[in-house]
């Protein structure tokens, strides 16, 4: 609802966070459509679990303050693009670019960016595919294009992402190697489960386990 957005900021970043909320709204309602979808016309679903967060204000200022961009609209267009987050979880690898290229064949969404961090994940050994994408937002008197960053990830990536991300908060950024050491070390564990129970599961069911690569357009039936 709209009431997420606080009533005491600056009338520009207000609207943007607005904007953002709505944007938010357009691509859960697209990611819960394929959702639904899948559920009911194929075998598998490789969307396990979808969540959405707006970026807090001081979350947002500090981006901003780190860039050393201005908080208006302009300057946080290119430097703060995660305003708007979706996160969707998938149960496999494999499941991740299926979803992606679902979404990408959207055709009134653009994407601005891909960032595959699964294919060259981070130092700490973060993985995530990553979609900054732009959406068209209709309002009473005009439609607007809002950045949205949608988070692809499995099951896996999910729970080491989350864990270190409140160790990378609570020691302000500053970890201590030994944990930096055992967080990589389980990145590592964690890439080997996705890729066993990905076999076992390409065993049973086969690589493509009834959910086609669709040529755009397609509408699965
Ligand atoms: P929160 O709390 O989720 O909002 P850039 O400076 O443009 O290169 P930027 O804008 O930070 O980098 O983009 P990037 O790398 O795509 O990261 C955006 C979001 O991805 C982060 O938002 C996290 O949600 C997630 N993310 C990226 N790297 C990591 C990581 O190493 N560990 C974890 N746990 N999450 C990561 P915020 O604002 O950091 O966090």
Redesign the pocket.
């Known amino acids: 609802q709209a009431a997420v957005v606080p009533r005491d900021l600056p009338e520009e970043l207000r609207q943007l966070m607005l904007l953002s909320k709505f944007a938010i709204d357009e691509v859960m309602t697209k990611v819960s459509i394929l959702r639904d979808e899948l559920f009911f016309s194929r075998g598998h679903n490789p969307i396990e679990h979808v969540s959405s967060?707006l970026?807090s204000p001081a979350?947002i200022a500090e981006?901003a303050q780190r860039?050393g961009v201005p908080l208006t609209r302009d300057g946080l267009r290119d430097?703060?693009?995660?305003i708007a987050?979706v996160r969707v979880t998938c149960g496999f690898v494999s499941d991740i670019h299926r979803v992606r290229d679902m979404i990408l064949r959207q055709r009134d969404l653009t994407v601005i960016e891909e960032?595959d961090y699964i294919a060259a994940p981070?130092a700490?050994g973060?993985k995530?595919l990553?979609l900054i994408v732009q959406v068209p937002v209709f309002l009473s008197d005009r439609v607007e294009d809002v950045v949205v960053?949608i988070?692809l990830r499995t099951i896996a990536m999910d729970f080491w992402?989350?864990l270190?991300?409140k160790i990378?908060y609570k020691f302000d950024g500053e970890v201590p190697r030994h944990l930096t050491d055992s967080l990589k070390l389980a990145a590592d564990v964690a890439w080997s489960l996705d890729t066993s129970m990905e076999r076992i599961h390409d065993e049973l069911h086969g690589p493509l386990d009834g959910v086609p690569a669709a040529s755009p357009g397609e509408v699965a039936a």
């Open positions: 967060r970026k979350s981006k860039k430097h703060v693009r995660d987050g960032r981070k700490n973060y995530s990553h960053e988070q992402a989350s270190e991300h990378y």
